[in-house]
């Protein structure tokens, strides 16, 4: 521990008798972004609260499941008005940037939940955003002018988190390409400051259907360097691989118990990769319930995801309830989020169908690894139409719309603008000037992607699923008790 600050406040905690631990990580705002990462529950973290009373300034020490109820404070306190120090406030009185509040505020009368002393160990603020510590509750009734009160109740538990928790899976197979990219990866790296982010390469969605196996472990680790390359941070979020964690495949065979044929059956995506196959596993067929088991191991409050696969956690939710409604609230219920623009990506050959990793003409897609001058040439060729002008329409003129979607999401462009631009050009010199943007793009990803790959990917990997199992194993032994299992 090299923060001269933390040891300071460290060596005033001993002083008062206050046992403890320091527990680094990186950077993190939030409590559950920092429980998160350190594999812990909600109700295993406290906040600090300062708050003006009337003219007093006081700490309220809560439990981070925990609401406070300002109406029997304020009866407590005998107090008029109650309300939170605002910035300048909270500074002035701490020293300390808004939201590092520490447990121990000297000067400051501080009063306690009771429901904290429930737990053993609480973690709690230390000033820094890349250190938590983690104290024995009993000892924190040595804090000098404390006191104990009744003032919270446990949050409901949809409401659990301040932040949302947000879950995206993506399969490595085939090639990545553009549209992933733009419709998915974009706004994975773009979010990752907005709750915690656990990003999953999900290798058993994969074997649903055959894989060489040399070939599978290659894209596995092609993926996640793909990921990083795009700003994916292991270090702020959780990226790991599915099979390294196996609370996945064991809660997947739980909800196989509790989907029905029926609902499998009208899974669009299963008629589709299912259509005029010889063979089609049963992985294939009930693979929402291991998608489920994917999102809800870990509170997941939003999914992102395309149309296509709305239809799934849509499914993952009827799961959650079934389960919460037989067993007591268990899973909290996600929302799919599909991105307002951008989402869809469309072929290049056929503008009406997705851009897709298995389309069988490979003028269709732009692969995120395609080599520079092969890249430009799908682009001249991409199917247009006859009207001769440059303009959003979707349903008169796909490629077109497709082509200007493109343009906007790699330049930053909005599509007004590049109409305007190209008002009276033809197609040649837009086309020309989509591809310059799409090369242009791609030689900055693969700069990147060249340098991440030579890495140590595998430890990046295995600590992520460290991670992850941290977190969802205490959630898949909560639904195995409830379900009966021994434990």
Known sequence: ????????????????????????????????????????????????????????????????????????????????SLRMANPDEFEELTGLPLGAARVYNPGIKTFIDKKVFEKEYVTGGTGSFTVTIKYKTEDLNKIPDSKVVDVAEIKELEKVFSNKIVFSGIQPSGNLHLGNYIGAVKHWVKDQNNGLNIFCIVDLHAITVPQEPRLLREKTFELAAILIASGINPEKSILFI???????????????????????????????????????????????????????????????????????????????????????????????????????????????????????????????????ELARKKIMSATTDGFRRIAYDVKEQPGISNLLEIYSELQGNSIKEIEQKFENKNYKEFKVAVADVVVNFLKDFQAKYNKVIETDLKKVLEDGAQKAYKLSHPKLMEAYKKIGFVN
């Open 242 to 372: 599915q099979s390294h964690n196996p609370d996945h495949a064991n809660l997947g065979w739980v909800f196989n118990c509790f989907v029905s044929m029926g609902q499998l059956q009208r899974m669009t995506q299963f008629k589709d990769k299912s259509e005029d196959k010889e063979f089609v596993s049963v992985g294939l067929f009930d693979y929402p319930a291991l998608m489920a088991a994917d999102i809800l191991l870990y509170d997941t409050t939003e999914v992102p995801v395309g149309e296509d696969q709305k239809q799934h956690v849509e499914l993952t939710r009827d799961i959650a309830e079934r389960f919460n409604s037989k067993f007591g609230e268990t899973f909290v219920l996600p929302k799919p989020v599909i991105p307002k623009t951008g989402g869809r990506i469309m072929s290049l050959v056929d503008p009406t169908k997705k851009m897709s990793k298995s389309d069988a003409n490979q003028n269709a897609t732009i692969y995120l690894l395609d080599d520079l």
């Open 1 to 80: 521990m090299k923060d001269k600050n933390i040891q300071k406040y460290s060596g005033e905690l001993k002083k008062i008798g206050i046992s403890h631990e320091i527990l680094e990580h990186p950077e993190l705002h939030t409590p559950p972004e920092v429980l998160g990462y350190l594999g812990l529950e909600l109700s295993d973290g406290s906040s600090t609260l300062i708050m003006r009373a009337d003219d007093e300034f006081i700490a309220v020490i809560r439990r981070d499941d925990c609401k406070l109820d300002l109406k029997k404070l304020k009866e407590i306190l005998r107090v008029n």
